[in-house]
């Protein structure tokens, strides 16, 4: 049910999102659910922010409440482009830097991974998802996991290309991920308007 659910958001959005269904899924449906393919709703201006906001809480996996509270932590910094602060802080959110790594084929793969004991950061478990991983940290699977069949998923068949804020080095006979620079807008891994999203929010208190 969870598969369909995430396959039915997918195609409300009309965009793949990488490790929220089989790749190529959309193209057999590439319209909104209870839609045609021959025929599609026209959007309000409204609906089009909407839509910019929802990719993003959906790709992520975040509820709104959650969402929230990330912009109200990325406007309270002291850089003034809040938006590229809400990425980076969704970017090296502990569970995404495990997919981004291609330790895990999703980010819900990437979750249950952090929750369960599998993850370290500086060699330390770290147990808590929305953990926000710093720069020059390092991130790995310990030994005894890189059998789980979610790494060996995720190691066989990455579901996006590394991004160069990024990268991956062999320590002590182990391969750990390494956070080397800030991520920002450039790196959210679909088609996205930034003006659109934050237009939503503009008209909404955060």
Not at 128 to 152: A, C, D, G, R
Request: aromatic residues 8%; glycine residues 6%; hydrophobic residues 35%.
């Amino acid at each position: 049910m969870l598969r369909k659910a995430r396959f039915k958001t997918q195609r409300r959005l009309g965009l793949e999102l990488a490790g929220l269904g089989k790749p190529g899924a959309l193209e057999r449906r590439p319209y909104p659910p209870g839609e045609s393919g021959n025929k599609r709703r026209k959007y309000s201006d409204y609906a089009l922010r909407l839509e910019e906001k929802q990719k993003l809480r959906f790709y992520y996996v975040l509820k709104e409440k959650q969402l929230r509270k990330f912009i109200r932590k990325a406007k309270s910094g002291q850089s003034t482009h809040w938006m590229s602060q809400l990425v980076s802080l969704l970017e090296r959110r502990l569970d995404n830097v495990i997919f981004r790594l291609g330790f895990a084929p999703s980010i819900p793969a990437a979750r249950q991974l952090v929750v369960h004991g599998h993850v370290l950061v500086n060699n330390k478990k770290v147990d808590i998802p929305s953990f926000i991983v710093k720069e020059n940290q390092e991130v790995s699977i310990k030994e005894k996991s890189l059998k789980n069949q979610l790494v060996l998923q995720g190691l066989q068949n990455p579901r996006l290309d590394m991004p160069d804020y990024l990268r991956k080095e062999e320590k002590a006979g182990k391969i750990v991920g390494i956070i080397q620079a800030q991520p920002n807008v450039e790196h959210i891994p679909f088609p996205f308007n930034v003006g659109l999203f934050i237009e939503y929010y503009t008209a909404r208190k955060t």
